[in-house]
């Protein structure tokens, strides 16, 4: 071993230190930071962020990227350290670009955009965000051209989440899937609509959350390397290999909306749970593939999760935690997880509806950086495309387009990789049960963790040591395509009773 890679081991351990302590700091911030410790910890934030900004930019930071980037170095490396000194060389000659004030200004905006977000989504008053919602696509786009100052911003905001992925392939396999997928849902609606009386009533919100541990321990979440908490809006953090932490957020009229949060984070967890411990301190290690993060968890959440095998062996025990499931059929159960209908809530959606709601999303966004429409007008075009996507509008600003809070922190680029993380998902279901057989065989016996484990060895334990495209050569053999998610839909929902 080279004493440059000794060093830059070294070195990399220590910008890790500062992204633990950040991730911490945002982890607690959106769970448990009271209202009057809310400046000092955004004072703390931005600190540490403009400190590893600081690190990530260093000229000896630099000098040992070249050094591992000469080839007698690089190809004695092994292929996790090429990835990294490959992709940390790019962020370097990005973030060189980037002045170090506006950074620090951009950290800090974010943050308190963040909760003027959950403020104004409360009061369901867009004009409370407006001003920092402005704020964040001006320092947004001002960000990116720093970064990349002669490529479309969003295009480089696209690569950010998902590398490799597109615009123009987006845009393809998008229009694909609205294609098969209008048809099939006006079929869905002209059906009617089941009976799901019996689910509604007041269900105790700690119960709640020992349906949401039993969950999570049946899926393969390992308890002894994460944490539950609570949350406006359900999200994932991973600090390291052993500490992958989920939040939920509890109705308590409506169990279904947390227990499918709980599906859906917990699939992100095992994911952050089961990557290979070689790759920690690597690029390898930090999974910012956001398409296969969320195929993940749309996988436990829709392709396992919404399946009535799924809840053959757990039914009762749901019963024992929630009384009033005790009453419910699960086959009533069966059709109110899987009652297709236009709704103005992206994460209460059904899993077809779902894919509707992204699009709109992402022709939002174009929206905003390429047609540079007005932050004013957001609200409108929002309402507008609800109505000619879903055939629905939004009554407030809260079921519109305050409903997420990803915008508020600059994730601009994000929400496709939702709507690609489910085209993977078809992809791989075609390939589980070419090698596996019958998934609902499986569940039936109460065997899920079969299923992780293939999960395990075929995706996770590699972290993003391959991009998503080459996941999807490996795995299934194939190019990205809607098409196994169409006839997973179509299978599932043209034989539904």
């Given at each position: 071993?080279?004493?440059?890679?000794?060093q830059?081991?070294?070195?990399l351990?220590?910008?890790?230190?500062y992204?633990?302590?950040?991730?911490?700091?945002?982890?607690?911030?959106?769970?448990?930071?009271?209202?009057?410790?809310?400046e000092?910890?955004?004072?703390?934030?931005?600190y540490?962020?403009?400190?590893?900004?600081?690190?990530s930019?260093?000229?000896?930071?630099?000098?040992m990227?070249?050094?591992?980037?000469?080839?007698?170095?690089?190809d004695?490396?092994d292929?996790?350290?090429?990835?990294?000194?490959?992709?940390?060389?790019?962020?370097?000659?990005?973030?060189?670009?980037?002045?170090?004030?506006?950074?620090?200004?951009?950290?800090?905006?974010?943050?308190?955009?963040?909760?003027?977000?959950?403020?104004?989504?409360?009061?369901?008053?867009?004009?409370?965000?407006?001003?920092?919602?402005?704020?964040?696509?001006?320092?947004?786009?001002?960000?990116?051209?720093?970064?990349?100052?002669?490529?479309?911003?969003?295009?480089?905001?696209?690569?950010?989440?998902?590398?490799?992925?597109?615009?123009?392939?987006?845009?393809?396999?998008?229009?694909?899937?609205?294609?098969?997928?209008?048809?099939?849902?006006?079929?869905?609606?002209?059906?009617?609509?089941?009976?799901?009386?019996?689910?509604?009533?007041?269900?105790d919100?700690?119960a709640?959350?020992?349906?949401?541990?039993?969950?999570?321990e049946?899926?393969?979440?390992?308890?002894d390397?994460?944490?539950?908490?609570?949350?406006?809006h359900?999200?994932?953090?991973?600090?390291c290999?052993?500490?992958?932490?989920?939040?939920?957020?509890?109705?308590?009229?409506?169990?279904?909306?947390?227990?499918?949060?709980?599906?859906?984070?917990?699939?992100?967890?095992?994911?952050?749970?089961?990557?290979?411990?070689?790759?920690?301190?690597?690029?390898?290690?930090?999974?910012n593939?956001?398409?296969?993060?969320?195929?993940?968890?749309?996988?436990?959440?829709?392709?396992?999760?919404?399946?009535?095998?799924?809840?053959?062996?757990?039914?009762?025990?749901?019963?024992?935690?929630l009384?009033q499931?005790?009453e419910?059929?699960?086959?009533?159960?069966?059709?109110?997880?899987?009652?297709?209908?236009?709704?103005?809530?992206?994460?209460?959606?059904?899993?077809?509806?779902?894919?509707?709601?992204?699009?709109?999303?992402?022709?939002?966004?174009?929206a905003i950086?390429?047609?540079?429409?007005?932050?004013?007008?957001?609200?409108?075009l929002?309402?507008?495309?609800?109505?000619?996507l879903?055939?629905?509008?939004?009554?407030?600003?809260?079921?519109?387009?305050?409903?997420?809070?990803?915008?508020?922190d600059?994730?601009?680029?994000?929400?496709?990789?939702?709507?690609?993380?489910?085209m993977?998902?078809?992809?791989?279901?075609?390939?589980?049960?070419?090698?596996?057989?019958?998934?609902d065989?499986?569940?039936?016996?109460?065997?899920?963790?079969?299923i992780?484990?293939?999960?395990?060895?075929?995706?996770?334990?590699?972290?993003?040591?391959?991009?998503?495209?080459?996941?999807?050569?490996?795995?299934?053999?194939?190019?990205?395509?809607?098409?196994?998610?169409?006839?997973?839909?179509?299978q599932?929902?043209?034989?539904?009773?």
């Amino acid at each position: 071993m080279s004493q440059t890679l000794d060093q830059f081991k070294e070195y990399l351990h220590k910008m890790k230190q500062y992204e633990h302590v950040l991730t911490l700091l945002y982890w607690d911030l959106q769970t448990l930071t009271p209202e009057k410790g809310v400046e000092a910890h955004m004072s703390a934030i931005t600190y540490f962020s403009s400190e590893s900004f600081r690190l990530s930019t260093a000229d000896e930071y630099g000098q040992m990227l070249r050094t591992l980037s000469e080839p007698e170095e690089f190809d004695a490396l092994d292929e996790a350290m090429q990835l990294t000194v490959r992709r940390y060389s790019r962020d370097y000659e990005r973030f060189k670009r980037v002045p170090a004030d506006f950074f620090a200004d951009y950290t800090e905006t974010k943050a308190r955009s963040e909760k003027a977000w959950e403020k104004a989504k409360r009061s369901a008053d867009f004009d409370q965000f407006a001003p920092y919602l402005e704020k964040v696509i001006s320092m947004t786009k001002e960000y990116v051209h720093y970064m990349e100052p002669d490529e479309d911003p969003y295009e480089v905001l696209l690569d950010m989440y998902e590398e490799g992925i597109d615009g123009d392939t987006i845009d393809r396999v998008f229009e694909e899937l609205k294609e098969g997928l209008l048809p099939l849902l006006a079929k869905i609606e002209a059906r009617p609509r089941p009976d799901l009386s019996a689910l509604e009533g007041s269900y105790d919100i700690a119960a709640q959350k020992k349906v949401q541990q039993m969950l999570l321990e049946y899926i393969g979440f390992d308890a002894d390397a994460g944490a539950t908490a609570e949350s406006e809006h359900p999200f994932t953090t991973e600090l390291c290999i052993g500490d992958v932490r989920v939040t939920n957020h509890y109705k308590e009229n409506d169990p279904i909306s947390a227990i499918f949060s709980a599906i859906h984070e917990g699939g992100h967890a095992i994911f952050g749970q089961n990557v290979d411990p070689a790759y920690e301190d690597t690029a390898a290690g930090q999974v910012n593939l956001m398409g296969l993060h969320e195929s993940q968890s749309r996988f436990f959440e829709n392709i396992l999760g919404r399946r009535r095998s799924f809840w053959v062996p757990i039914y009762d025990r749901l019963g024992e935690i929630l009384p009033q499931f005790k009453e419910v059929p699960l086959d009533t159960f069966y059709r109110a997880i899987n009652d297709v209908h236009p709704s103005m809530i992206r994460t209460e959606a059904d899993e077809v509806t779902y894919c509707l709601h992204i699009i709109l999303r992402y022709e939002m966004e174009k929206a905003i950086f390429r047609d540079n429409v007005p932050v004013s007008d957001l609200p409108q075009l929002w309402n507008d495309k609800m109505e000619e996507l879903l055939g629905i509008r939004p009554a407030n600003d809260g079921e519109g387009i305050l409903q997420d809070m990803h915008w508020s922190d600059g994730s601009f680029g994000y929400f496709p990789s939702y709507l690609l993380g489910s085209m993977y998902d078809g992809m791989f279901l075609e390939a589980l049960e070419k090698e596996k057989g019958s998934v609902d065989a499986i569940l039936e016996d109460g065997r899920i963790r079969e299923i992780t484990a293939w999960l395990n060895e075929n995706i996770h334990r590699h972290g993003s040591l391959y991009t998503s495209s080459e996941v999807l050569r490996r795995v299934c053999k194939k190019e990205l395509s809607a098409r196994p998610l169409l006839d997973y839909f179509y299978q599932k929902y043209e034989n539904l009773d």
